[in-house]
């Protein structure tokens, strides 16, 4: 997928889970928060982790130094991928990952940035529509 495409992805569930809020009466209301969940949260985790390993495997293979630079070496993660991924923490402006000469790989490293931003958006926005089917009272119809 790419970057626009998991946006209109997340963007249109979102949508669909806010009209599910406002348009359903309070029992069914409250599967709101569940019907944006179990589409986008999962969905993005697993695939972050898929893309990682796939980026990780390009990168060790195009470019050594700058994996081995970056490689996770440290953590609980790192215990099941010792040597074989790259730090999820080098994603967040990392100018030896920003400059990648490669088109591929610097499109999977768009691509890795995306899902991290667009999974931790779900997990808020999960909070914020189960906070809002207490606060939402009354349906529109």
Request: include cysteine; aromatic fraction near 18%; hydrophobic fraction near 50%.
């Amino acid at each position: 997928m790419s970057k626009s495409k998991l946006q209109l992805y997340f963007y249109s569930i979102l949508v669909a889970s806010i009209v599910w809020l406002l348009i359903f009466p309070k029992p069914l209301k409250n599967f709101a928060p569940i019907i944006f969940a179990i589409p986008t949260f999962p969905v993005f985790v697993f695939n972050f982790f898929d893309k990682l390993m796939e980026f990780s495997r390009i990168l060790k293979i195009k470019n050594s130094e700058l994996f081995t630079k970056h490689v996770s070496d440290s953590g609980s993660f790192s215990n099941y991928n010792k040597g074989l991924v790259i730090d999820i923490y080098q994603f967040n402006n990392n100018k030896d990952l920003e400059d990648l000469k490669r088109v591929n790989l610097y499109e999977k490293y768009i691509l890795c940035k995306e899902l991290i931003k667009l999974t931790f958006i779900s997990f808020i926005f999960i909070a914020l529509l189960g906070i809002a089917t207490i606060y939402i009272k009354t349906s529109i119809f």
